[in-house]
């Protein structure tokens, strides 16, 4: 994409806006690995809880059975995913930022790329939850008018740099398009 | 400073009326029902209807507004007030409901919406029909910016140009094209019919020994286990299937006669204005640069006929909301000839008669070829418990179809860019071809599935703000990756290059 990427005059070289394709910070895989072991210890526990009222409800003993044998298969599918899944989509995740707004690519069986242009953005959220405060991390929640993509999300990178990247996207001068 | 207005005095009663109406199926239900069950209690509910009616004076009493010199200000509310400005500029479309008896007392309901989501932003019901116009006046007159080759109309005549009227003969053509929501009713007829529901209903309707219900069932009784039904039950039901279907056809063709009578489409300046209706008149007024896609949608039915059907999409507009009072195409049915015209009128800049379609991928065929075989096979995967060794013959019938299908199908996708727009066709049962402005595309996606990446294809999006129905979306399969990937970066250099107008 090399001739699309000349810098406009107006962009000064510490911008965020230097259209290099970046990958997302790799903390973000250790942040998905505790959010997936969250999840996973949630669904695991109401798992267990099922089979112990099964156990107890059921006239049959072969339901209770079938579900104490599934339990430690499917906690184990879980951690297991909850593993190895973020380091794999991390892989396949990154981002570019130049003058003309913002290119998205993720995806790790079904690909996606999608570009923002800066003049299509109507607004930004960026928000931190509990576990991406502990690690600096953030999210940038992108608007557009648009009905299938209204809104795109980029997770993983420095909250820091959302909040560098909402100031390039948003328009500086209050220029109405209509 | 300009006054604030009431709505008409008498709007409350079309306040209560319009809530009414959301409860009156409902209503049915419950007395129906009710008289079923002899319950005695259901009838209660309706009492629920109190307070939600309540709300409604409430919030038709207290309506007030006030045409400003670049926004209009509406204000409700006396406990809870709310204060609502709407610029001018903001406006997508105002659309006024003329109804029977809005007629009898010189009222009128206006709705306008602005884009920012479902619920129409401002529906005025209703307002007399003098301060509707002084309205429309005062919100399309404020706009200054120009279109790109308005300049060629010259200024906007009083009554404006017509580009197309519909006579009654082409209304009647319409409804019998497009009756496909009409056999939809038929064919939820004929399952409550068939289950058995609103047994009260039919049994006062045609007295407690309506014949030919369960037929349905019976028959599949008949096939799993039993002899074959007579000949003459089987010419029974072919008569009543093609009754009802020319039935329920006629009662499209009446209604589409009733809903769209005396469709007229002007242009104002930069506005495009339908007028139709026989009972209730409605007139939207769309600005053309609302425009976000257009679709032009040929069915079998319209190829006979030489007609063709044109739907626009404006941002905000719900497309769930169709019927009787929601949003007609632009063109529900034109001939072809007049075709160009009307397209030279709604997107002057971007010319159709010219545009040199490129294809999808070669490998496109195999695709689509494999995807409907599988389709094929697992639609006729079911009728192995009912015909056992037939279903061969179905299923080589079915492939058959399938492979006819891929061919054309492949052979009917195309897309271009052509004098800033993004173009795409597809169907031939169906054909349907789809424009966007370059200034209103909102988000360009490339998507690669594992099937594209084997074969080297990809699939362009183009999201714009027109919540158009799934058919009528840009989504362009079986590209060719490299022409996929470049397409879609010229297209968002092209997004970027324009500022987006709503």
């Known amino acids: 994409m090399s001739a699309d990427l000349e810098a406009p005059p107006d962009v ?11 990958s997302l910070d790799p903390r973000i895989i250790q942040l998905e690995r505790i959010v997936g072991f969250i999840v996973t210890a949630g669904l695991s526990a109401g798992l267990a809880l099922a089979v112990v009222l099964t156990w107890l409800a059921a006239d049959s ?6 579900l104490a044998i599934a339990w430690p298969v499917i906690t184990g599918l879980l951690a297991w995913h909850s593993y190895a899944w973020p380091a794999i989509s991390y892989r396949h995740e990154s981002y570019v930022v130049d003058h003309r707004g913002i290119e998205i690519r993720r995806g790790v ?6 570009t923002v242009p800066k003049s299509r953005v109507q607004h930004i959220d960026v928000s931190q939850g509990p576990v991406e405060r502990r690690f600096g991390l953030g999210s940038l929640s992108i608007y557009t008018a648009g009905t299938d993509y209204a809104m795109v999300a980029l997770r993983g990178i420095t909250h820091e740099r959302a909040l560098r990247i909402r100031d390039h996207l948003l328009p500086k001068e209050a220029e109405d398009a209509v | 400073m300009p006054s604030e207005r009431r709505l008409h005095p008498l709007s409350f009663l079309f306040a209560m009326a319009g809530q009414l109406r959301q409860f009156l199926l409902p209503g049915l239900v419950v007395i129906f029902t009710a008289g079923a069950t002899r319950g005695e209690w259901e009838p209660w509910w309706m009492l629920a209807l109190i307070p939600i009616g309540g709300a409604a004076l409430i919030r038709s009493l207290s309506y ?7 926004e209009l200000v509406v204000r409700t509310g006396f406990v809870f007030r709310k204060e609502r400005h709407i610029p001018y500029a903001r406006i997508q479309n105002i659309e006024a409901v ?22 129409d932003d401002a529906t005025m019901r209703v307002v007399p029909v003098g301060a509707y116009q002084e309205m429309r006046e005062c919100v399309l007159g404020s706009r200054h910016v120009p279109l790109v080759a308005a300049s060629e109309t010259g200024p906007p005549e009083p009554g404006g140009t017509v580009i197309f009227r519909l006579p009654g003969r082409e209304l009647l053509l319409s409804g019998l094209i497009d009756n496909r929501s009409a056999v939809l009713i038929a064919a939820a007829f004929g399952l409550v019919w068939e289950l058995g529901m609103f047994d009260s209903l039919f049994g006062l309707l045609f007295g407690q020994q309506a014949s030919g219900r369960s037929f349905i069932r019976q ?10 039904p007579s000949l003459q039950t089987v010419a029974f039901t072919v008569a009543a299937v093609s009754a009802l279907f020319a039935g329920v056809t006629l009662i499209s063709m009446a209604w589409a006669y009733v809903r769209l009578h005396g469709f007229v489409l002007r242009r104002l300046g930069d506005d495009l204005r339908a007028e139709y209706g026989l009972f209730t008149r409605i007139s939207t007024t769309i600005p053309l640069r609302r425009i976000q896609t257009l679709t032009i949608l040929e069915g079998p039915l319209h190829r006979l006929f030489g007609r063709a059907a044109v739907k626009v999409e404006t941002a905000g507009a719900d497309p769930d909301e169709q019927g009787a009072t929601g949003r007609e195409p632009l063109a529900p049915i034109i001939r072809r000839d007049d075709l160009d015209n009307l397209l030279g009128q709604v997107l002057p800049d971007v010319g159709f008669g ?7 991928s070669p490998g496109a065929l195999w695709r689509e070829l494999r995807r409907s075989a599988i389709v094929a096979s697992v639609c006729s995967l079911p009728f192995l418990f009912i015909l056992k060794l037939w279903t061969i013959g179905l299923l080589g019938l079915l492939l058959a179809f399938a492979a006819v299908h891929a061919r054309r199908y492949t052979a009917s996708l195309g897309w271009a860019t052509h004098d800033g727009a993004v173009l795409f066709r597809r169907g031939w049962m169906w054909r349907r071809v789809t424009a966007t402005r370059f200034s209103k595309m909102q988000i360009v996606a490339l998507h690669r599935s594992p099937f594209d990446r084997r074969t080297g294809m990809a699939r362009l999006r183009v999201d714009t703000a027109g919540a158009a129905s799934e058919a009528d979306r840009i989504d362009i399969p079986y590209l060719p990756a490299a022409v996929a990937s470049d397409l879609h970066r010229r297209l968002s250099a092209e997004a970027s290059g324009t500022s987006f107008q709503w």
């Open chain 2, 64 to 70: 007030r507004y006030r045409l400003d010199e670049t």
């Open chain 2, 98 to 119: 003329q109804s029977v008896v809005h007629r009898l007392l010189q009222v009128i309901e206006v709705r306008i919406e602005t884009g920012a989501g479902k619920e």
């Open chain 1, 61 to 66: 003993a072969w339901i209770p059975r079938l």
């Open chain 2, 354 to 360: 010219t545009v040199e379609w490129l294809p999808p």
């Open chain 1, 12 to 22: 000064a070289p510490a911008s965020v806006a230097d259209g290099v394709r970046r």
């Open chain 2, 219 to 228: 028959t599949l009784r008949a096939i799993f286990r039993g002899p074959v």
């Open chain 1, 109 to 114: 069986v079904w690909q996606r790329e999608i």
